[in-house]
């Protein structure tokens, strides 16, 4: 058991009622050994007072070892301990097992229901590797409102995740396997991201994706960027090297300081600011611009991408067709709004 499923037994009710329940028989056993004690003196040790809270809470029944026989209120107080005593052992049993059972039965419902969550959902992204650059891109998914299911297969890494995501969908499991692919929802997944922190992991699964379904869209992650063309030819649709697009970011800081405090504003925006993508569905007849997309605060558009050329700042009265992709400047909220114009 992980990290993640430990803290989840010592947050459970019957954690506390176990704590609880050991804090009352300690209570018990010590009142009973006092009780004895004072009882049976001056014969009496404190082994013998030990002895006898011990046999009559545990119902062993040996004797009494403390002399009640001219004491029949210590025969009274004997029931009073049995009754509280074998109550309170009974109690911690139940307990125990009831939190044994609930941590085993909770991780496998828990695992059972994410399965049936991941069988029903269309249009996910797949982030394979939740380390350090796999949990900034499920960040970002999730802060655009995107649904994700990520994939680990260290589970030290993957309970770390949980630990700040605890509602995530997730596989423990190798993300080159084509069947733990197939169970993250490969055939309804928009795309992949291979995003682990080796390089040849990442080409195994870009392959794996594309060999189980050529349709989905594979991003990957390389360190060495002399592995460009073995990626390519395993199927990857974008490549990104965190070491090439961070040397760009330095070099940005210092030649166009204000249009990357500009990026970096809008990423760290509590709106969620973006500049997003929406490609105009099949089946949509050629309109113009403004009757397609009105104008609104909600949404910037910036530009228009089609056959292969760009359309910056487009005039009102371009006719706008299927495919083309709309560049726009907004909120998930935005996005969304801008999507539902396209519903056939």
Known sequence: MGHHGLEKVFRSR?????VYGVALLLVITAMG???????????????DSFYMTFITIATIGFGETVDLSAHPMGRLFTVFIAIIGIGTLSYLFSTLVALLIDSDLNAELRKKRMEKQIAQMKGHYIVCGIGRVGSNVAHELAK????LVVIERDRA?????????????????????????RRAGL????????????DSHNLMVALSVKLLSSKVRVVVRLHDIRNTNKARRAGADEIVSPDFTGGMRIASAMVRPHVVNFMDQMLHSDEGQRVEQVVVPEGFDSKPLAELVPKSKDYLLMALHEHGNWVFNPSDDHMVNAGTALVLMTSPEGRMRVEKLFKV
């Open 14 to 18: 019957h954690f506390k009622g176990l």
């Open 33 to 47: 050994t006092l009780g004895y004690h004072y009882i049976g003196r001056p014969s009496a040790t404190w082994i």
């Open 144 to 147: 655009t409102r995107r649904s």
């Open 157 to 181: 890494v993957l309970d770390a995740w949980l630990e700040h995501h605890p509602h995530a969908l997730y596989l423990h499991d190798d993300a080159a396997d084509d069947d733990a692919l």
């Open 187 to 198: 055939s309804n997944a928009t795309g992949v991201f291979a995003v682990t922190g080796d």
